[in-house]
């Protein structure tokens, strides 16, 4: 019998620069997800939440997704490939909406490693720059940034351990 656990993150000598990863799956964002996240973040702009005003007040004529959230999506689904071991996130260095994100698009994202820098304090971890692109379903990029991580080397990881025995004995 063999036990697989599942990736969910690296470490900081799995990164290399230019290599791409393409995160699975995508979202479609529902006028339902858009709306609570305003309400979370105490963002109540008309534009997100109102669709009469959104339909006769606005230059797109509907509602359109709060930006954030679209970063955010993008964010959280590069977490199992880029930030899932890592001990921090340092920094967004840039953050660009490109095109408008509205109720019903589906998002999907794609990180780059622009560089891996080891600690020069520390020798048990280092620092990884990468870059990720949204997309709307049409292939639109809708969101880009730039961030800095912080990650462990593998033989400084602390070991992930579940609060329980084995299940299968």
Known sequence: ????????????????????????????????????????????????????????????????????????????????????????????????????TFHGDTIYAETRVLDVTESKSRDDRGIVAVETKAFNQRGEEVCYFRRKVMVWKRAAAPPRRRPYDDAWD
């Not at 109102?50 to 964010?75: C, D, I, M, P, R």
Request: charged share 20%; hydrophobic share 40%.
């Open 1 to 100: 019998m063999t036990t697989y656990d599942r990736p969910f993150g690296r470490y900081l000598e799995d990164f290399t620069p230019g290599d791409i990863y393409r995160h699975w799956p995508g979202k479609t964002i529902t006028e339902a997800d858009d709306h609570l996240f305003c309400m979370i973040t105490m963002n109540h702009h008309p534009l997100h939440t109102n669709q009469w005003f959104a339909e006769n007040e606005t230059v797109h004529g509907k509602n359109v997704v709060v930006g954030n959230l679209v970063y955010s999506l993008a964010l959280g689904m590069s977490v199992p490939d880029v930030s899932g071991a890592a001990i921090a996130n340092l920094e967004v260095e840039s953050l660009v909406h490109r095109f408008p």
